[in-house]
């Protein structure tokens, strides 16, 4: 079973090699990169100020310092002119977010790290499927991670995989990866629940009803979730956290994966749409020289009044999401722990309190449209300059 799979993984990336490391979830991925990389106590690692808090908890767990760089309203990722400003003697990866499916100025960022003897690393855990420049994403920089989680291109419920060309850190992450933690009976009984009720039960009158009860669940650590809830309310490392993958999620993504080319077709014609409709009513807009390189795991659209817009999507039964409802999704309030100042952060801090993500692969993509023009007062005319 893992053989085929790591064969489908190579197939979509067009690799010769089986340089891949799977992992229980792709944050363990980033943390073992960290590692393989030499990151130690008071290193810097460079990376957005518009992302997921397990990215600088895989830092913080290292005892290193995450140091965030604003993002630009358009692309959603780093503003490479304020990367360079951010590098010091401490300074030791970068790491080059995928955003909703869109990587940005990856040649500037590699150029950057090689004059400052850096590691770059391409966080692609939305965009796999994806190209840059005509690559597959991943293989631009030092390395790269991966997510298979629910929602991602394509998803083993739980789960991710790193990739690197670099020799030495590949060894490195062999010998790593000799301490990982073998998922238990229970936690893969477990996924084999949720898949079934991914599968079977979730729809357009029970998704709102069935996420938020699993976002319960898994907050409480009642079930094998996104994000246990010691992940999201404090810096230290869960017990149990460097875990393998396991065969469940490997069958799952064989079954999920054969799906990935036509969802990358429709996400991308469903993105089309979308821009049209924004530019002839005016709003805000993913813009087109974009989409070359956009994979389109989420289309961002910026709204006011969020949660009044959220529950009318809701009583619509519109499946919109909610990434990144935060800098540091999904940590709502202080975020001083992770040693995060919004104030620094104006660009990012902006997106996150009005971004919603519309649904890519819809069923109907005109009931969303129908949807955006009756409520379209809420959406956002314009990004920000």
């Keep these: 079973m893992m053989k085929q799979y790591v064969a489908q993984i190579n197939n979509f990336l067009d690799l010769k090699n089986n340089n891949l490391f799977f992992y229980w979830k792709a944050r363990i991925a980033l943390y073992a990169l960290l590692q393989a990389m030499g990151v130690q106590k008071d290193d810097e690692v460079i990376l957005p100020a518009y992302t997921c808090v397990v990215v600088p908890n895989a830092i913080l767990y290292l005892g290193a310092k995450p140091v965030y760089v604003d993002v630009c309203a358009d692309s959603y990722n780093m503003d490479i002119t304020q990367v360079e400003q951010a590098i010091t003697e401490c300074t030791k990866v970068v ?5 909703y499916g869109l990587s940005t100025d990856l040649e500037a960022l590699n150029d950057l790290a090689k004059a400052n003897n850096l590691y770059t690393i391409e966080d692609c ?28 291109p394509f998803s083993t419920g739980i789960g991710g995989f790193a990739i690197t060309k670099n020799k030495d850190i590949s060894q490195k992450l062999i010998r790593l990866n000799a301490d990982l933690i073998q998922p238990s009976v229970k936690e893969r009984i477990n996924l084999k629940l949720l898949y079934f009720v991914k599968h079977f039960l979730i729809n357009d009158t029970s998704y709102w009803v069935l996420v938020r009860f699993y976002r ?59 821009t049209d409709f924004l530019i002839k009513h005016g709003k805000n807009y993913v813009a087109k020289q974009w989409f070359a390189n956009h994979a389109f795991l ?52 902006y997106l996150a309190s009005h971004v919603v993500n519309l649904p890519t692969t819809p069923k109907d993509i005109n009931r969303v449209l129908l949807f955006l023009e009756r409520y379209q007062e809420f959406v956002v005319d314009r990004l920000l300059d």
């Excluded at 855990?125 to 030092?142: A, E, R």
């Excluded at 650590?221 to 230290?236: A, F, K, R, Y």
Aim: proline share 5%; net charge neutral.
């Design 125 to 152: 855990t939305h965009g796999f499927g994806g190209v840059y420049n005509g690559i597959p994403n991943g293989l631009s920089c030092d390395a790269a991670i991966y997510s298979t989680q629910w929602n991602k």
């Design 216 to 274: 319960w669940l898994s907050k409480h650590n009642l079930v094998v979730g996104s994000s246990s809830g010691g992940e999201i309310n404090s810096i230290t490392m869960p017990e149990g956290y460097f875990k393998a993958f396991s065969q469940t999620q490997a069958k799952e993504g064989l079954r999920t994966l054969p799906k990935l080319n036509t969802d990358l077709i429709k996400r991308k014609q469903s993105a089309e749409i979308y």
């Design 95 to 99: 790491i080059c977010q995928n955003t």
């Design 298 to 349: 989420k289309y961002p659209l910026l709204v006011n009044n969020r949660d009044e817009f959220m529950q009318v999507a809701e009583q619509h039964r519109i499946a919109l999401g909610e990434w990144f409802s935060s800098p540091l999704h999904p940590v709502e309030g202080d975020l001083s722990a992770w040693q995060f100042d919004a104030k620094q952060y104006p660009v990012a801090t």
